[in-house]
DNA sequence: TCAGCTTACGCCGAGCGTAAATATG
DNA sequence: CATATTTACGCTCGGCGTAAGCTGA
């Protein structure tokens, strides 16, 4: 199974055509036509059907893997030249939404501050870019937020070799309109909340997912999804009660919410600092500064 | 990045020798040395030294990527089979040897018995490989243990994708001589005896490893080592003084042994079952036999 | 009918082996 | 000097493009 021949299928899968993979690729029609065959016959099994083109059962499968695949050898690459090639001039370094907000980020951004040599660019993105993104040298740095319990690490998308090196965590706080029922309680169980009506706010708060999967419940449903990156619309959203949210317990909120710091079960809001193999200087400057913090 | 230079890669660092590898790989010598040369200059760096044949650094980052992208091919065309293929008329079944000490082995074994058309074949193995061998499609089915965090997953090594379908926990013990003055004691927490002489046994106790990550410490030592997989004799090297072990708080023990469980911090001995994609019946009918268990 | 995938076919170069050259301990 | 890797060189075949063929909406 040859790189190549994957990078196609992925091609091909991902936009429904051999025609179209074969223009993103610079390849003809007929280079694609043949590496689908060839993989099919590597593997004895039809990967894809034809009008329309969609993955065959055996397609899905080999599909999950190819992406893997091509992303960890992305990664084996970068890995590769941060030993070899010389530091970077300028340093890209994605956060999530929510991580962004911590005290890691602001110590990153005196980092900033006091080498004003070194140009650091901001971007933000979701998790999973996140981890790509690290892993694959397009960010030199990657900050990660999510829901774990406490001391436990993120569960990030397979991306290969990724290190970790600093955490913040914090409780977590169910936020609910001001004249809420509950909205007077010094503490809370969530399991109290599981029929309620919840906003999913993936980019902001933290993934409702990522909440199931701790509170081992499927029933947690979103009354209303929210796609945007800003935590006052988020709040706002709230306020106007169309939901619930869940977010770090250190978060401001503004007249109109109230936040309920979240008692059992135990988990904390987890802020993770993503990076391939730092050179020396850059690790011991970094760990300097998350100390201070 | 070719599949085919990383496998040559591979085999020729892990020989110490291209010639070795040359004859593995059924390549001339001549072929591999092209190999890792178009390697070296498709990365713009060597990889590795020649006299000895070593991995430059670049070449150990390079290393840890290539093992797991072959195996995830491996992982990749398994899982294709699977959907495809007849499914086997046997079915080899790995597990790690404390695994296979509990009740879920125990219903596969009785799966044996009550369906002697299909035959099972047991075969001991280290965790990661199981997960390897599972991964790549050598086992259908895998049983690994260890050490966790009540509820959590293990940590199994990346192997690309597994399905846990079903686990045993249950809480842990210290394994101590009987005249060991802690000998007596309902509970125990670990942190006590972070300075006590450790077997390390990892073949068929929890690895310590596990232990250390689990406690968060580096501090447990091992006094003794015990590379073989029977716990009989682990349990002797226990009663003779040569150091503790832990063990899960079913194990039965033998007179001259006393086994203290441990109450703080909150681990379990788990296992779990791995599989790759199974067809609907396997699955049901795995499911009934657990179920039972 | 025709858009889009497959097949036929010829050409080029990647990659293999043989064998000579080179390097190192 | 012996052993092991590199380089030179020729050959074969894998894999690409062009173009013709096929097929389902």
Redesign the interface.
């Known amino acids: 199974?040859?790189?190549?021949l994957l990078r196609t299928f992925v091609a091909v899968a991902s936009s429904g055509s051999f025609s179209a993979a074969a223009a993103d690729l610079d390849y003809t029609q007929s280079a694609v036509s043949q590496h689908i065959a060839a993989l099919e016959s590597s593997?004895?099994?039809a990967l894809l059907t034809r009008r329309p083109v969609a993955p065959t059962?055996?397609g899905e499968?080999?599909l999950?893997?190819?992406g893997?695949?091509l992303l960890?050898?992305e990664?084996?690459?970068a890995?590769?030249?941060?030993?070899?090639g010389e530091p970077p001039g300028e340093i890209v370094f994605a956060t999530t939404p929510l991580a962004a907000a911590t005290r890691v980020a602001r110590a990153l951004t005196q980092l900033r501050q006091t080498r004003p040599g070194l140009a650091v660019t901001f971007e933000v993105a979701r998790r999973d870019e996140v981890a790509r993104g690290v892993a694959s040298g397009a960010y030199h740095l990657g900050l990660v937020d999510g829901i774990a319990?406490p001391?436990?690490p993120l569960r990030l998308p397979?991306v290969?070799?990724l290190r970790t090196s600093a955490v913040a965590q914090e409780g977590l706080a169910v936020v609910v309109p001001a004249d809420h029922p509950i909205a007077g309680r010094k503490r809370l169980g969530l399991a109290a909340l599981v029929d309620a009506r919840w906003i999913d706010a993936p980019a902001v708060s933290a993934p409702l997912d990522d909440l199931r999967a701790a509170v081992?419940t499927d029933s947690l449903r979103a009354a209303l999804g929210y796609a945007g990156a800003d935590v006052r619309t988020l709040l706002e959203l709230v306020a106007a009660g169309h939901g619930l949210a869940v977010l770090p317990a250190s978060v401001s909120v503004p007249a109109g919410v109230a936040k309920v710091p979240v008692g059992s079960p135990r988990l904390v809001h987890r802020v993770e600092l993503l990076h391939g193999?730092l050179d020396s200087a850059a690790a011991s400057a970094l760990a300097e500064l998350l100390d201070e913090g």
């Open positions: 199974m040859e790189t190549h593997l004895g099994t059962p055996a499968r080999l999950e893997h190819a893997a695949i960890r050898i990664a084996a690459r890995d590769v030249r941060r030993v070899v319990a001391s436990d397979d290969g070799l081992e193999q």
